[in-house]
């Protein structure tokens, strides 16, 4: 294997790890300055100016707290939950495209750690092994309400994922690829406009809805309903094991913000970007739009978790079954039928 | 050197070692839940054996359908039956040796079968069949009447598990049980 290509990997993997960790903390303070901005309140503001050390104060008081495990817990499994959660948010960032490329010392380097033809499957794939570290978490605590958490995470992620993938298919079907990257060039016409949203209004639509609950966000965290299940599938976790539990969310709410600025958004496409002639500064500025669109994004889910109340489990269920899956298969009939009309 | 005679990559080596743990502590540890785990990481390693062969749209359904669907569903029922020693089922020495026989002769025919063509396609991958763009042009010209033919087969499936859900439903008395508890 060429070894500058391993370097040039190896550097982009810890960009882009250290980049979404510090991303994940400090989403936990932008979620309370949004939480008090919709609320009217003023929000951290203690811990160094505009309290913008809260998520460090946070993390070292997560760090030193004891760390308890329950007696009849299965111990390495107890361990293993948090851990396997942490993992799954964090590999599904390789296929992401972040920008076209840089060209340095030479060298034409890629933004994007893998682009395998089978992008969006290979986030499908991540997503369903996504439940384990929750399950297991859930169950290896031995308390009833921890399992039922677990159980209603498993059935809800499995549920919304159908959705989430026939309303992918529509795209697909209009890209004719897999591949993130292509799916984001395909959409850098019209001076960077034309982004699949114009064309599957309906499908961003639930595929958005299907984010909420595979993220166990709020108006769907129902696997965490304190009022029903004290903490859900981390009652008993204490210490960083709850860190990393509340991490991973944050992660996978930053990832599937990334992966519908791709697939519905435009990635990294922006107005006017043909008219930059210097690669390495388009690049730069298209790292920057995609980061944009996806604080957008971030900044919409925590806005419907402050705004929406939680719904009953069965109304989930309806919701999933009965009206996300139907409509995904209608607008893929309506796509087909556009496709064929309009000869795309 | 052991891996020049063998003329086998070290990759393949390595992550036949990983499978092969892996399935024999699914058979060996006596804790559902563990060997569940374990069998994830089975399909995890067959997954990466697909990704060396080149064969990227197998390894990822591979994860998806195996580790993602089927084993979240084995999962949920070894957890709702939270099954442990005291509740294990004592089986007759008869069973366990007539269950290692069947599988030792299914292992014999699986390994006769496979051993000619395994090794060629080892040695020569296919460039790039297993890509989705060639493996799609294939399934939909060459092998067209076997997929459509499955296609109707999961249907049917789906329609099956659709009924048997709804069975209960028949009589009176449930129907309205079940309109209440599903509002």
């Not at chain 1, 851990?83 to 972040?98: F, K």
């Not at chain 1, 380097?109 to 290979?122: E, F, H, M």
Request: glycine share 8%.
């Amino acid at each position: 294997m060429d070894f500058a290509l391993l370097l040039e990997k190896s550097i982009l993997i810890l960009i882009l790890t250290a980049i979404t960790l510090g991303i994940a903390t400090y989403l936990t303070y932008g979620e309370r300055k949004v939480a008090a901005f919709l609320q009217d309140r003023i929000g951290p503001n203690r811990a160094g100016i505009f309290g913008i050390l809260q998520p460090i104060a946070d993390a070292g008081k997560m760090f030193f707290k004891e760390e308890l495990i329950p007696k009849n817990a299965e111990k390495w499994l107890f361990i293993l939950g948090p851990g396997l959660a942490m993992i799954t948010a964090c590999i599904t960032s390789a296929v992401i495209p972040w920008g076209s490329h840089l060209e340095l010392f030479g060298r034409t380097i890629q933004l994007q750690v893998a682009d395998v033809d089978i992008g969006i499957l290979y986030i499908m794939g991540i997503v369903s092994v996504g439940v384990y570290g929750i399950m297991i978490g859930g169950w290896a605590s031995n308390n009833k309400y921890s399992l039922y958490g677990a159980i209603r995470a498993s059935s809800q992620m499995i549920s919304y994922e159908l959705g989430m993938g026939l309303a992918l298919i529509a795209v697909i079907m209009m890209s004719g690829s897999l591949s993130l990257r292509e799916i984001v060039e395909q959409q850098s016409g019209w001076g960077g406009m034309q982004w699949n949203i114009i064309y599957q209004p309906l499908g961003f639509i639930i595929f958005f809805t299907c984010a909420l609950a595979e993220c166990n966000r709020a108006p769907f965290d129902l696997p965490e309903c304190e009022t029903e299940l004290i903490g859900g599938y981390h009652t008993e976790y204490s210490s960083m094991k709850l860190g990393f539990y509340l991490f991973a969310e944050y992660i996978n709410m930053f990832i599937s913000s990334a992966v519908m600025t791709c697939v519905y958004f435009g990635g990294y496409n922006f107005p006017g970007m043909h008219l930059i002639d210097s690669q390495n500064l388009l690049a730069t500025l298209q790292i920057v739009a995609i980061f944009l669109k996806i604080s957008f994004f971030i900044f919409a889910f925590m806005w419907i978790r402050w705004t929406l109340p939680r719904f009953r489990y069965d109304q989930l269920m309806h919701l999933g079954w009965k009206t996300m899956i139907p409509l995904a298969i209608v607008n893929m009939l309506l796509t087909g039928g556009g496709m064929l009309l309009f000869g795309n | 050197m052991l891996l020049t005679i063998l003329g086998l990559p070290p990759a393949f080596l390595l992550l036949s070692f990983i499978t092969i743990l892996c399935a024999l502590y699914v058979v060996t540890n006596t804790n559902p839940v563990y060997s569940v785990l374990a069998l994830i990481l089975a399909f995890f390693s067959i997954s990466a054996h697909y990704v060396l062969l080149n064969a990227q749209f197998l390894a990822v359904v591979n994860l998806i359908v195996y580790a993602g669907a089927i084993m979240v569903l084995f999962l949920f029922v070894l957890m709702l039956l939270n099954l442990n020693k005291e509740s294990e089922p004592i089986v007759k020495m008869g069973w366990h040796i007539g269950a290692a026989v069947t599988a030792g002769l299914l292992l014999v025919t699986l390994a006769a079968a496979l051993h000619k063509s395994s090794e060629q396609i080892m040695r020569n991958p296919a460039e790039d069949i297993g890509l989705v763009k060639n493996l799609g042009k294939v399934l939909f010209t060459d092998y067209l009447v076997p997929f459509e033919l499955s296609g109707i087969l999961f249907l049917a499936a789906m329609v099956g598990a659709v009924l048997l859900g709804k069975k209960q439903t028949n009589s009176k008395e449930n129907n309205n049980y079940s309109e209440t508890s599903s509002q």
